[in-house]
């Protein structure tokens, strides 16, 4: 057997070795690979015996895996990730937008995708998000039961292949989830887990009573499932998403492996889903343990060893101060990219309260990151939107949690008076829509209301200057470029009128997009904005993620203010959240970037609902 150590750094132990049968290996490409691995030889040694007890031979065994994935990595691949190692901080680009998607509603299938390769870069979007596409269990949620299998409706990892090398040639980065946590009941390690066999059982945390169960609970309750055998099985989320335990190191390898064939098929971005739950331990929450980061950092080392061109995307659903130890520190990353998650929260508290101190309070905290540190900044994504807000805080402002949640929510079902938003209730008080809706587009069109709908689609479009200002990546969800309503029809869908968050997942409504380049349709203007926008972004350096990054006071709480200065470029960002015009004074000159005008020394007057991104001279 092979025992890798640095400097060998997994080379076969005699030069016939390295003899294939479809000829020799590429030197250059072992020398690369070996380069690669002694550099993080030592670290990832370390990490691996410190949290498996010294298991060389699970080691040995990952270390071959390694080599295998990076044998098998097709060259252009490889090009990808020697271009990215050249220029690591590319992510960190002004030129970057992102558009969530789930291949079924867009376009039917993975071929269907690929046919609206046109659309896509119409869009100006360069970093697409494909929602779950891996196998899973129907009507037993969500949890993966092949990770290197399609969803058959969906198509094949062939077609996710061919997918994915369209979009590099199309310079397109795809993202797609990774289920760290759990798999599906039905998975095959779960399904030899129920018939006994005594190694797939050890993949998650099985007991034949509850008294192990019962200890976690104390500090986790509600996380077990019992089986119709009598035995207990860790369930945080779902009893049908069994928990992996990660303290065992074969379910690592399998799941590191598991990562790389993904990788593997080109993606470029691996969204770690509940990634803080993986380590368990009887006494705490189960949650961001030391060893999630262990763990985290192991798997950045080894896509930096094989496919450094991929990046680690973090779901850790905290407000940014929080989650940033997932980022790692600035010689040792774990996660490239993190959620912004309480940003949603307060970008629809700010339009229903039209006060702009909670999103000052939220700019403030990002401002005072890294800035090394990437977010992904969205204003609504495929889930509910629930109010994650500063409460403590908040009450110091004399708004009280419950009162406040059910002004919210009251807020954006259309229940307050005067509130124009249309969303539904999603449990007792999150709230589904799309952004059109829940900025009173729907509403105004079914008044027939023509100073409503112009509010209404100021609104929206100011949301969005928004999203592109803050300091990050943006992420639009799929329809919301063309303005897209709410789809009602999933009520009569059996399947999923008990779940409102389909209100704002329906199909792509490819005859409403026809209507994009028509500037007197709501669909027109938004849309075109939206590419204004950001083409303004990509030209100009001040919208870079690690640009300086601060609010700016404003005299208003009606009007949020962002300063952003990278080298000589200085921008004064204003966003009105109120129907009403609000009048800002500025002692410089600047240029509205978005009517190209210069001012001197001159106010600014905001429309309703209006913005400015103004260039400070």
């Not at 779901?315 to 940033?324: F, G, I, L």
């Not at 904005?529 to 300086?548: G, P, Q, Y």
Request: aromatic fraction near 12%.
């Amino acid at each position: 057997m092979t025992m890798y150590t640095a400097g060998q750094a997994a080379m076969p132990e005699s030069a016939s070795g390295m003899v294939k049968s479809k000829g020799c290996v590429n030197m250059e490409n072992k020398y690369e690979f070996r380069k690669r691995f002694d550099r993080h030889f030592n670290e990832l040694k370390w990490l691996y015996c410190e949290l498996y007890d010294n298991d060389m031979q699970k080691f040995n065994d990952l270390c071959k895996m390694m080599e295998k994935y990076y044998d098998d990595r097709r060259e252009s691949l490889k090009d990808l990730d020697r271009s990215r190692e050249q220029n690591p901080k590319w992510y960190h680009s002004n030129d970057i937008v992102g558009m969530a998607l789930y291949v079924d509603n867009f376009a039917g299938d993975l071929k269907g995708v690929a046919e609206k390769i046109g659309y896509l870069n119409e869009c100006g979007v360069n970093y697409i998000h494909l929602m779950p596409l891996l196998e899973t269990s129907k009507g037993h949620g969500d949890g993966v039961t092949d990770f290197r299998k399609i969803q058959p409706e969906l198509g094949t990892m062939d077609d996710l292949r061919d997918l994915t090398e369209l979009f590099h040639q199309n310079n397109i980065s795809c993202c797609l989830d990774f289920m760290m946590n759990h798999t599906s009941d039905e998975h095959a390690w779960a399904k030899a887990a129920r018939n006994g066999d005594a190694d797939a059982r050890s993949r998650y945390f099985f007991y034949h009573d509850r008294d192990i169960p019962n200890e976690y609970e104390k500090t986790t309750p509600g996380t077990f499932t019992q089986l119709s055998d009598g035995s207990v099985v860790m369930t945080t989320f779902c009893p049908y998403q069994w928990d992996l335990n990660y303290a065992n190191p074969a379910v690592f390898n399998d799941m590191a492996e598991n990562m790389l064939y993904l990788a593997n098929a080109g993606i470029d971005v691996i969204r770690l889903d509940a990634v803080a739950y993986i380590w368990k331990q009887p006494g705490t929450q189960c949650r961001n343990l030391p060893q999630v980061h262990a763990i985290v950092r192991m798997m950045h080392m080894i896509c930096e060893i094989i496919c450094p061109s991929v990046l680690l995307l973090g779901e850790v659903r905290m407000e940014p101060s929080n989650a940033a130890p997932y980022f790692g520190t600035a010689d040792k990353t774990e996660c490239d990219m993190l959620y912004h998650f309480t940003a949603m929260s307060g970008i629809w508290n700010t339009i229903a309260t039209r006060d702009v101190r909670c999103l000052e309070r939220q700019m403030k905290q990002i401002s005072e990151l890294p800035k090394k540190d990437v977010f992904l900044n969205y204003l609504r994504c495929h889930d509910d939107i629930g109010w994650e807000l500063d409460y403590d805080w908040l009450r110091t402002q004399g708004m009280e949690q419950t009162p406040h949640k059910k002004f919210l929510s009251d807020y954006f079902i259309g229940k307050f008076e005067g509130s124009t938003a249309r969303g539904e209730l999603y449990g007792s008080d999150h709230v589904c829509g799309t952004v059109a809706s829940l900025c009173g587009i729907e509403a105004a069109l079914w008044d027939n209301d023509d100073k409503a709908l112009k509010f209404a689609v100021n609104a929206d479009i100011m949301l969005h200057a928004y999203l592109f200002t803050q300091s990050g990546i943006p992420v639009i969800y799929s329809g919301d470029e063309v303005g897209q309503l709410n789809d009602y029809m999933y009520h009569a869908d059996i399947h999923k009128k008990f779940d409102s968050r389909h209100l704002h997942r329906g199909k792509f409504d490819w005859k409403l997009a026809l209507q994009r380049d028509d500037l007197f349709t709501y669909q027109g203007k938004i849309f075109h904005a939206l590419r204004k926008l950001e083409t303004i972004r990509s030209e100009n350096d001040v919208f870079k993620a690690d640009a300086e990054f601060r609010p700016a006071a404003t005299g208003s709480k009606n009007v949020l203010g962002i300063y952003r200065k990278y080298g000589d470029q200085e921008l004064l960002a204003l966003f009105n959240f109120c129907e009403e015009y609000r009048r800002i004074d500025i002692y410089r000159n600047y240029q509205n970037l978005m009517t190209g005008e210069y001012m001197t020394n001159k106010a600014i007057e905001l429309k309703p609902y209006g913005f400015i991104w103004a260039l400070l001279k």
